[in-house]
Each structure stands twice: as C-alpha cells, then as structure tokens.
C-alpha cells in the first residue's frame, strides 16, 4: 500500500484546481499546468485538499497511485514557490551570458553554444554561476541536464559546467617515472 499516495495535497487559496476527465488542471496567474492521470488513479477535489487512490488492486495502479500525488505536489509546489537549479562553470576562458531568450554559453568548443530558453524558463548569470528557475520542475531538471551535457566536468582538472551541490571525485594525474 502506498504510504505517499494516502497523504492528501493541500493546494491553499491562490492555486486553482480543476479536472476535465482525467485531466487535472493547476493553475495560478499566468501559469497554468495540465497533468493527465489516464485513468490510472481515482482523485477527488473537496475544497482545497487533493486526494488520489488506487483505481483497483492491480499491481500497475498501486504504483501510478503514489507517482500521480508526488506529481501534483510538484506542479503545487512550483506554481507556488517555484524551483531554482544552479550550475557552476569552471575553467579559464568559460563563460556564460543571457540575451534575450538565449543563454549563450562559451566552453572551450570552436563554436558558442546557443541554449534557447523555453517558455516557463529563466535563466540568470553572476559570475560563473548559471541559475536557472521555473514553475515546471521536470522542465527545470531536464534544462540543466541538457545544459551540463555540453562539457560535462573532468575529473583531473575539475574543468566544465557541475550542479553547484555536486562533488567532483578528483583523479591524480601522471606520476613521475623512477
């Protein structure tokens, strides 16, 4: 039995809940976020409390249940506080600047790198310091995935684009021949 999906999302007064089907729709302001469930799971809507359940005992509806209210905690989540990922770029002569909607980045390839921002997508730069922020946190996490992929960091020097809170386990270089 799932232990995430008996707990109930508590959406507050400014996120506007509301299904079509099986669709359920999340929206705040401008923002507004669609999660279809296709009929895996049964939720009910009474006041300003979600709650979903399990559709049958089946095995593959057990587990939709728990992953459909982490979901709608998430969109919950990001419409009302929203979500940060910041990206640390080392090595000399990489650099990152924002123009427009495109985050230019320079690392070290022949060419920049122009990253288009997508709707729903921020991006910010200090330094060397690439914050990105959104509402959608699979939006948010597949942007900085995509962003790292371009010069993943190396384990000699530490050179490349890291998640701020990621470790690089350093490996030691060539040792002199005695």
């Known amino acids: 039995m799932s232990r995430i999906g008996k707990k109930p999302v508590d959406f507050g007064t400014d ?7 099986d669709i359920l729709t999340f929206a705040k302001g401008k923002n507004s976020v669609d999660l279809d469930t296709k009929g895996n799971v049964i939720f009910s809507i009474e006041g300003t409390v979600l709650t979903f359940s399990a559709k049958s005992d089946e095995k593959a509806h057990r587990a939709l249940w728990g992953t459909y209210r982490a979901l709608s905690a998430n969109i919950v989540t990001g419409l009302t506080t929203g979500y940060t990922r910041q990206l640390e770029i080392n090595g000399v002569g990489y650099r990152a600047a924002v123009k ?6 320079q690392l070290g390839h022949s060419h920049d790198i122009n990253f288009d921002l997508v709707d729903g997508l921020e991006a910010k730069v200090e330094k060397n310091v690439i914050t990105l922020s959104s509402h959608d946190k699979q939006l948010l996490g597949s942007a900085a995935a995509k962003i790292r992929s371009f010069r993943p960091p190396e384990p000699y020097k530490g050179k490349g684009v890291k998640y701020m809170e990621e470790h690089i386990v350093r490996k030691a270089g060539k040792t002199a021949k005695k």
């Not at 506007?16 to 089907?21: A, I, Q, Y």
């Not at 427009?100 to 980045?105: A, E, P, Q, S, T």
């Open 15 to 21: 996120v506007k809940v509301s299904s079509n089907g």
């Open 100 to 105: 427009g909607k495109v985050l230019n980045l």
